[in-house]
């Protein structure tokens, strides 16, 4: 079951109540323009009476971006740069964060206690080279948060892409392109193509180690996959 219901008003200690409930695990999530907070409830044959969900604040991390080759100071291009703070577990019933830089490159988390992963939603012209904080490899290992820190998050964003065209023996193939292991959580890094006439076309690609895996599809007949 997926409820919601909408506190209107500024009373600090507003109540709700969900009824007609099925016995199970259930994630219980509450946000404002002040906060994001989440609880689990265990529910069983008696009424749940009481339960306090508090919405203090977030962490906060201060962010800084810029793009490779562009000259320092306010950058327009930036704030057409939308980032995605993606949580390794979803947390049901909060949508996920977006962010967008302004134009001298600065912006804030405002996150809950978790382990996330930072991508760009819009990758036609642009990918994250690099995400570093205090020395940690953010960008491969993602982004654990416990609290608030000075930071900066500092995110290098490229517009440096090679490409990638082969062929492929057999019709009606799907051609795969995988990172490598240490990558796999980046998700704008995959990409699929049709192969035609056997030939394949990878444009716009970050550079890197990558695989290939084909995935031919025959009609009543089950979908295999190769390396």
């Known amino acids: 079951?997926?409820?919601?219901?909408?506190?209107?008003?500024?009373?600090?200690?507003?109540?709700?109540?969900?009824?007609?409930?099925?016995?199970?695990?259930?994630?219980?999530?509450?946000?404002?323009?002040?906060?994001?907070?989440?609880?689990?409830?265990?529910?069983?044959?008696?009424?749940?009476?009481?339960?306090?969900?508090?919405?203090?604040?977030?962490?906060?991390?201060?962010?800084?971006?810029?793009?490779?080759?562009?000259?320092?100071?306010?950058?327009?291009?930036?704030?057409t740069l939308l980032f995605n703070v993606r949580p390794e577990v979803p947390i049901p019933g909060l949508e996920t964060e977006m962010y967008s830089p302004f134009a001298d490159g600065r912006f804030r988390l405002d996150v809950l206690r978790g382990h996330y992963w930072?991508?760009?939603?819009?990758?036609?012209?642009?990918y994250v080279r690099?995400?570093?904080?205090?020395?940690?490899?953010?960008?491969?290992?993602?982004?654990?948060?416990?609290?608030?820190?000075?930071?900066?998050?500092?995110?290098?964003?490229?517009?440096?892409?090679?490409?990638?065209?082969g062929s492929a023996a057999g019709p009606n193939l799907t051609v795969v392109l995988v990172p490598d292991a240490a990558r796999r959580n980046q998700r704008p890094l995959y990409k699929s193509a049709k192969s035609g006439n056997g030939v394949f076309h990878f444009e716009k690609v970050p550079p890197g180690d990558y695989k290939l895996r084909s995935e031919e599809r025959r009609v009543g007949k089950e979908c295999r996959s190769r390396w």
Do not use: C, W
């Open 1 to 79: 079951a997926n409820k919601r219901v909408s506190i209107l008003g500024d009373d600090r200690n507003a109540s709700f109540q969900f009824s007609d409930i099925v016995p199970g695990t259930y994630m219980l999530a509450a946000s404002n323009v002040y906060g994001r907070a989440a609880i689990s409830l265990d529910v069983r044959n008696a009424d749940l009476l009481g339960t306090r969900i508090i919405l203090g604040a977030n962490a906060k991390i201060p962010a800084r971006t810029r793009i490779e080759g562009h000259p320092p100071g306010n950058d327009p291009a930036l704030e």
């Open 118 to 126: 930072l991508e760009l939603t819009r990758t036609q012209d642009y």
């Open 130 to 165: 690099s995400i570093i904080l205090e020395g940690f490899d953010v960008l491969n290992q993602g982004l654990h948060v416990m609290g608030s820190v000075e930071g900066p998050l500092e995110i290098v964003v490229d517009t440096h892409f090679g490409e990638v065209q």
